[in-house]
Structures are given as structure tokens and as C-alpha cells.
């Protein structure tokens, strides 16, 4: 059984989704679930993704539905609508909508099977120096890794192609051609069919050789993330952010890495070097960054004094005005910027952050933006609300998401951040408001 590493490795998963084409791996690693699921307990399903690019997609789709229904597999089937034009390429393109298909339907608990095989990692490894990959890229195909949500396992990735097929045949087990594997105009098949065949006749080593290299650097990129992984954790904030104050301290090489296992994090996605480059340049060293951002994987790239923040930018929030109508109930902001909580509290001789409590029939707002330049407190002291966020190191992209205390007309607090000292000399009753959010 090719697939006993699958289970040693996940005894307690129940719940698989595979991949299914109707070539020959993909249908072998169907039929090895098959033959574990008569003995255990697990639920299987499949989801065929019909590219739509050849005469053979067709034959394809009705294999894998016939199949499926032969042995009481449920399947999906959907579809895939190429452009000739898009920034992508055609495998690239593919992939980017494979990936938001599986997510679509991945169920809570359940594992996305994919059936690359041994073969496949050497294919990788000439892509990826083709494409100026770094240690990550050239480190191979993880048995198992995740994208987003998407928990994927390959549990055929140290199986050759060769015994694949030998197994398939031997079970008497049918599947389709895939025809567009014989055009060498896509890189892949290019390095199957006219590099790499003649690669293996001239050294029979190559491919375990190959694959030696390839867990060698997989070794020494553990080991990297080891260390990048320990720097992160004393130099990360709880917001996110980066500090570059012992950055600074690294050499160049290193803070690539760092910068980019940071990114990687964040977003989930690995940068290029170009990038990487870009947000050294442009973003850490530039002494003019207060308006300079960098856009990376629907997100952006900023700095604010000695901190760098990959941050999603929100909706325009400016002018929604929020009532609370009861200020003894939790309040929800948009945006999930979270909620707001009061106590009532009352006057304490020992400094306290406290508002006074609202007088009746006074319409308490919150609002997200002042056009005044300014604040009145008691003493009729004017305050430059810009210096407030300043003094309180609040970025300048998230200033317009600090929730402000209205009552009527006239602004109270900045949740968390200031109050104007608005006082009622009628009694000393004061309300204490929380914000519960993400943002420290």
C-alpha cells in the first residue's frame, strides 16, 4: 500500500476530499482509500475539475463520474474557463481557481488529497530554477502543507510513476490519457518528455539523487525557520507588526530571510525576491515612508516609526455614524473592528480612565472621523487630535478606525486612546467603556 504513511501520520482523520483527474495516479490513490475504507471508518469524497482545454476533458469528467458512482463515492464536478490572455499563463491561472474551488468545498475536518508522486518532485525542482527560486521553492513538494484553510496531504509524493502504473496494471485498473501531457509547449511537459526522459537513461541514479538533494535542503530550510522562527516570536508585536529595531542589527542576507518568512506569514503567500527588495529599499530604509506603501498578495506593505505592518485595508468608514441606543448592551463596530463594552463606575480619588455618564435623552453616536482639527477639554487647552494619534503611536491607516464617543454634537473620547475631559458637575457618576479588538 503506497499509502500507509497517510494514516501512520493522521490516525484519527475521518474526512478525505480527493482530487480526482482520471489519470493514473489520481485514480490509483482512489482506489488504495477504497481498499482502506472496507476496514476503517472513513468517508471519502472526490472533485473533478474539468479544465475544458482538450478533446479528452470530456472522457475524463465521465470516467471519474462513472467510477465514483460504481463504488458509492459522491463527487463534484465543476468547471474551468481559461482566457488565452491573462497575466497568469495557463498552468498559473489553473491553479489559482483549483485552489478557490477546493476551498469552496472543503468541508470542516476534512483533508484535500492531491496525487503528486515521486516524478513530479524533479519536474518541480528544474521549474523552480527555472522560475530563480531560493532554498523554500527548491526544498520540494511537502507531503503535507496548507494554503489558507486548506489542509493539503499527497500521500503518493515518494511513490516513482513507474510503480504507479506497475500497480495499476496489475490491479487491472483502468484510467484516461491525460493528451495534453504530450505538449511540450507547457515547461512541464517540455522537462518530462524531451529533458528528463533523457536525463534517467543517461544516469538511472538521477531521480533518487535528485530527490536526496531536494530533502537536503528541505533539512537546512527547517533549520533556517528554526532560527527566523525564534527572532520573529522576541520581535513581533501582538498587532503583527515587525519591530526593526534588532532587524537593523542583521546582515542583509538575513533580513531577506526574516522579511520573507514574516511575509509569508502574514499573507500566506512567499514573496520574490523582488519584492523582498522592493519593501527593503522602499519601505525600511526609506527615510520618506510616512505615505509609501507596497501592494503584496491583496494587501499592503507599511512602516510607522520603527515597525513595518502588512495590513488589509478596510472599507471607507469615515462617515458612518453608529447610535447606541443602550449603552448598558455590548455594541458592535463595523469591519470587524469588534465591540464596545461600558461598566458604570463611580468618582474614584485615584486617576482614572472614566467619561462621564451621558445625560437623558442625549443621543450617543460613534463615529469614526472628526473634520476639526482640534479638541476642547475643561481647561479650553486646543489639542491637535493628529498629535494625540502621534503621541499614542497610532499609525496614520489606522486612525480612521479608532472608534469616537459622541454625545450629540460633541466628541468625548477616543475609545481607549483619550477622553476631552467633558465633565457634568451635576453628579459624579462616570461610565468606563472597553474596546474588545484586534488592534493593541
Not at 476639526?372 to 497610532?394: A, D, G
Request: net charge positive; charged share 25%; aromatic share 12%.
Amino acid at each position: 500500500m503506497f499509502i500507509k504513511k497517510l494514516f501512520l501520520k493522521y490516525p484519527k482523520q475521518k474526512k478525505f476530499l480527493l482530487a480526482l483527474s482520471g489519470g493514473v495516479d489520481s485514480t490509483v490513490l482512489l482506489h488504495q482509500l477504497l481498499i482502506y475504507k472496507k476496514e476503517n471508518n472513513i468517508k471519502i469524497r472526490a472533485i473533478h475539475i474539468n479544465h475544458n482545454l482538450y478533446s479528452h476533458s470530456i472522457a475524463a469528467q465521465k470516467y471519474c463520474e462513472y467510477i465514483c458512482k460504481k463504488h458509492n463515492i459522491e463527487i463534484i464536478i465543476e468547471n474551468i474557463y481559461i482566457p488565452k490572455k491573462n497575466k497568469y499563463g495557463i498552468e498559473g491561472y489553473a491553479r489559482l481557481k483549483r485552489l478557490k474551488i477546493f476551498k469552496k468545498y472543503l468541508l470542516p475536518k476534512e483533508i484535500l488529497l492531491q496525487a503528486h508522486n515521486l516524478n513530479d518532485q524533479c519536474e518541480n525542482l528544474f521549474l523552480k530554477l527555472k522560475r530563480k527560486s531560493g532554498i523554500d521553492g527548491l526544498s520540494g513538494i511537502k507531503f503535507s502543507s496548507k494554503y489558507n484553510t486548506i489542509k493539503i496531504v499527497r500521500p503518493l509524493i515518494s511513490i516513482q510513476k513507474k510503480k504507479i502504473i506497475s500497480w495499476a496494471k496489475k490491479k487491472k485498473i483502468k484510467w484516461v490519457e491525460d493528451e495534453s501531457n504530450k505538449l511540450i509547449q507547457y515547461d512541464r511537459n517540455f522537462l518530462r518528455n524531451k529533458i528528463l526522459l533523457k536525463i534517467y537513461k543517461r544516469w538511472p541514479e538521477f531521480l533518487k539523487n535528485c530527490i536526496k538533494s531536494i530533502k537536503i535542503l528541505e533539512k537546512d530550510q527547517k533549520a533556517l525557520n528554526f532560527f527566523i522562527k525564534i527572532f520573529l516570536k522576541k520581535n513581533m508585536f501582538l498587532d503583527g507588526s515587525l519591530s526593526l529595531i534588532n532587524f537593523s542589527n542583521l546582515k542583509l542576507e538575513a533580513k531577506y530571510s526574516v522579511l520573507k518568512q514574516w511575509l509569508k506569514n502574514k499573507c500566506g503567500s512567499v514573496p520574490t525576491y523582488k519584492i523582498l527588495n522592493r519593501v527593503y529599499q522602499e519601505i525600511i530604509l526609506n527615510k520618506n515612508y510616512h505615505n509609501k506603501k507596497i501592494i503584496f498578495n491583496n494587501g499592503e506593505i507599511r512602516k510607522f516609526k520603527e515597525k513595518i505592518y502588512y495590513i488589509t485595508p478596510n472599507s471607507n468608514i469615515k462617515n458612518i455614524i453608529i447610535y447606541w441606543n443602550n449603552i448598558y448592551k455590548p455594541l458592535k463596530l463595523p469591519e470587524n473592528l469588534g465591540f464596545l463594552v461600558s461598566k458604570k463606575i463611580f468618582f474614584q480619588k485615584k486617576k482614572s480612565y472614566k467619561i462621564t455618564f451621558p445625560s437623558q435623552n442625549t443621543l450617543i453616536n460613534i463615529r469614526f472621523y472628526i473634520k476639526k482639527e482640534y479638541i476642547f477639554n475643561n481647561i479650553k487647552k486646543k489639542n491637535n487630535i493628529k498629535k494625540i494619534f502621534q503621541k499614542n503611536n497610532i499609525p496614520p491607516w489606522l486612525r480612521n478606525t479608532i472608534p469616537l464617543l459622541f454625545y450629540n454634537e460633541q466628541l468625548i473620547s477616543g475609545i481607549g486612546i483619550f477622553n476631552t475631559n467633558y465633565i457634568k458637575k451635576i453628579d459624579n457618576e462616570y461610565i468606563k467603556i472597553l474596546w474588545i479588538n484586534l488592534i493593541n
